[in-house]
């Protein structure tokens, strides 16, 4: 990273902050993030790098951190704890959020241990589902037992904010097998779902060997189903895809959501600092040699921070607030907004509470109609 750039990242108060590990096990059939199999030397050359790349950013204080992949937990403890300690050692929030992503087939009693020990407050495993076939399929190794086990034993250990994931519409996933999985996950009374309709994205397995999505009428069929389902059992559907108990929506996500700065660090990692979007090489090798740190570089006009804003807020229940919305693009576009917002007010997919403008359940899910019209 050139100094003038790592400077001008800083200028700005940032406080959250995302870690990616790209390394994993085994590589599930659906996953297009940048991810590579598990090699103890390569991880151990990443993670240098990681350390320095983090060291150079001089943080001092953070509200939330995530540290996602890839599959964080298939690291060994000596590997992933001299950053865990780092991590400890900066200011943060009272109320901080600290999440680690882990999978059931890479986490034990001593990485939940070292996890506690640092500060990590917050665990999001991959259940996805818990059908044989399916998982068999996925690349998944875990069954609705180890699913328990190991959350009764992250308990145990004082985790009381737990995520887990769903997915629905995988190829040969009918109602049957989707209330199911529905039933099971709400069984383990964890604090956080994220459900995620399967999307065929490339460098994913489901792509190369040509697997369609399933079609409109299925997914809305099934994302009726889990969204009764969770809702009348005490969660709230907080953003699009997500469902939180009260008091526990993910605030790290919500960063995300409410277009607010994060610094993101590792191969791949996204950065959003002083209006700018920055992006770190997908290159592992390039990574490893400390080349084009920061290989993408957005700066984002005024039209497009409005977007952004729509974009993200309307994913959200509260949706957006536009008081003083408009306050940086000119007449034109604010005209071009307030016309497609009025059709779509009278269509009810949007509404307004005050000068809150936010989805209904019809219009959230027909989302990306309404902004590919704000475009």
Not at 89 to 102: G, T
Not at 259 to 280: D, H
Not at 321 to 345: C, G, Q, R
Request: with cysteine.
């Amino acid at each position: 990273m050139r100094k003038s750039k790592a400077k001008k990242r800083r200028n700005e108060e940032v406080t959250s902050l995302y870690i990616h590990i790209p390394f994993c096990l085994d590589i599930c059939s659906y996953c297009s993030f940048l991810h590579c199999f598990y090699v103890e030397k390569l991880a151990a050359s990443y993670m240098e790098k990681l350390n320095e790349e983090f060291d150079k950013l001089n943080i001092k204080y953070l509200k939330t951190i995530y540290i996602g992949g890839g599959t964080p937990s298939c690291l060994p403890p000596y590997l992933i704890e001299p950053l865990l300690k780092k991590l400890s050692a900066i200011k943060k929030d009272e109320d901080y959020e600290f999440s680690i992503e882990c999978n059931f087939d890479s986490i034990n009693l001593n990485k939940l241990s070292l996890y506690r020990h640092y500060g990590v407050n917050r665990l999001s495993f991959g259940v996805e589902s818990f059908d044989e076939n399916i998982l068999k399929d996925m690349h998944r190794h875990h069954d609705e037992r180890k699913v328990k086990e190991t959350i009764a034993l992250a308990r145990s250990l004082g985790f009381s904010n737990i995520n887990v994931d769903l997915i629905y519409g995988y190829p040969k996933q009918d109602m049957r097998i989707l209330k199911s999985d529905v039933k099971k996950i709400l069984s383990l009374g964890v604090e956080h779902i994220s459900t995620y309709a399967l999307s065929i994205e490339d460098r994913s397995e489901l792509y190369a060997k040509k697997v369609k999505e399933a079609d409109e009428d299925t997914l809305r069929t099934m994302f009726d189903y889990i969204y009764e389902s969770l809702t009348s059992h005490g969660y709230v559907r907080y953003e699009t895809s997500n469902f939180s108990k009260p008091n526990y929506t993910s605030k790290h996500n919500l960063v995300y959501w409410k277009n607010l700065p994060y610094y993101g660090i590792g191969a791949g990692a996204a950065s959003y600092v002083n209006g700018s979007r920055y992006q770190n090489t997908e290159n592992i090798s390039k990574y490893l040699k400390g080349i084009t740190i920061e290989e993408k570089k957005e700066k984002l006009s005024n039209e497009d921070k409005l977007f952004y804003q729509f974009m993200l807020g309307l994913r959200l229940k509260e949706g957006l607030s536009t008081k003083d919305v408009y306050k940086d693009v000119d007449e034109k576009i604010k005209n071009k907004y307030e016309k497609v917002i009025d059709h779509y007010l009278k269509t009810n997919l949007l509404k307004k509470d005050k000068d809150r403008l936010m989805t209904t359940y019809e219009g959230s899910l027909l989302l990306d109609l309404i902004l590919k019209d704000l475009l």
